[in-house]
């Protein structure tokens, strides 16, 4: 079972005030996300930086996410906006190699579809990934991620299966070091990035890895909200 985690207020907060939720969500409906029982986790840990609580992520040769559920459509709320900061790049890091495949912040998004109408190729890549890592995989995943050298807005397909996604908000030496405010149109990045439109949102979170390049990274994110336009 997942192991659950302190995050800070201000992040769920955030979320619940913007996204108007029926019911208000509780901080601890965070959890951490392993990749596999294989990798050794990233620690997650709520932290107060000048006077406001943020999540400080290290990943020492790891990885693991931190996320919670979601269940909603996103035609309420297309607008997703967050702030993050990274203390260096990650040498070597490359999203389009799969053994370079890693990044020092991410904010991933997963969704719901139809698994049965795709095609057989991405059904077995589907399949033999849930058994490998023991847990039901969604139908699709965007994720925004901080490059090394890779054009903000560029879409990279990850390595290993074309259900997963990856646009560049956030490249290079440029802001290291300093929050930095990222605003996106959750479905008009889909559409671009998978070519049809999503379907219900089903979780999302945050992730800082360096299990493929055995690096070191260290990451804060905060703010992370949902709108309407």
Same mark, same amino acid.
């Given at each position: ?13 955030s ?9 208000p ?11 596999s029982?294989?990798k ?9 930086? $000048?006077?406001?609580? %943020?999540?400080?992520? !290290? ?5 693991? /996410?931190? @996320? =919670? ?50 095609p ?15 847990r ?16 903000v ?6 390595? $290993?299966?074309?259900? %997963?996604?990856?646009? !560049?908000?956030?490249?290079g030496?440029? /802001?290291v @070091? =300093?929050?930095q ?12 990035a ?25 990451a ?6 949902f709108?309407?336009?």
């Amino acid at each position: 079972m997942p192991r659950r985690v302190s995050v800070p207020t201000l992040l769920a907060a955030s979320f619940t005030a913007a996204a108007a939720l029926a019911a208000p969500v509780s901080p601890s409906g965070w959890i951490e996300v392993k990749i596999s029982e294989d990798k050794r986790p990233t620690v997650y840990r709520e932290v107060r930086e $000048h006077g406001h609580a %943020v999540v400080h992520a !290290v990943a020492e040769a790891s990885a693991s /996410g931190l @996320g =919670r559920k979601a269940d909603f459509d996103l035609k309420d709320r297309p607008l997703l906006s967050w702030r993050w900061k990274v203390s260096r790049l990650i040498p070597g890091a490359d999203n389009a190699v799969g053994n370079r495949e890693d990044s020092p912040a991410r904010v991933i998004l997963a969704f719901d579809g139809d698994v049965e109408k795709l095609p057989l190729r991405d059904r077995t890549v589907i399949r033999m990934s849930e058994k490998l890592s023991g847990r039901k995989l969604p139908y699709a995943t965007l994720m925004y991620v901080w490059a090394n050298r890779a054009p903000v807005d560029t879409v990279i397909e990850n390595p $290993h299966t074309r259900r %997963v996604q990856m646009i !560049v908000v956030s490249s290079g030496e440029a /802001g290291v @070091g =300093r929050w930095q405010t990222v605003a996106r149109d959750v479905v008009a990045d889909y559409e671009h990035a998978f070519g049809t439109e999503p379907g219900r949102l089903l979780a999302y979170g945050v992730m800082t890895d360096t299990d493929n390049t055995g690096e070191t990274a260290e990451a804060w994110y905060a703010d992370l909200k949902f709108r309407a336009r």
